[in-house]
């Protein structure tokens, strides 16, 4: 879900190198990913998707939080972001299984179970704020790429 278009205030290669230079929180943040990826794997192995909605939720939020905890402090959401959070929230509790993940920037990604985006895209796309709903599936599977050799 778009909320803005054009370029972010602050990059998020600089953005992630001022975090890590100035937020007391940030070894706590390195520290804690294993457990997080661990978290992630055994949910996906598992298929449980409550379980990886609410991990990618928790994620997302854990780097936010270490963004604005950077100095100065780096807040890319503008007010469609926060309430869209809410409206994520106030709709799973209503028994939609939705979750959603934010990247670097103000834009909002859902997740839902295979075959629901249309109707997520329907549930949000006339949502306040909402410039433009981007509908996309996941991507090939992974691979390895191999680096040429010198």
Known sequence: LVTAEGPKSIGSTRAMNLTADTSPYFPAWVENQDL????MREAIFARDFEQLGELSEFSCLKMHALAMSARP????????TVELIHAVRRLRRQGHPIYFTIDAGPQVKLIGPPGSG???RRLFEDFPGVQQAILTGLGPSAYLVEEPEA
């Open 118 to 120: 249309g109707q997520m």
């Open 36 to 39: 997080d990826l661990k978290a």
């Open 73 to 80: 402090g780096i807040v890319y959401w503008n007010a469609t």
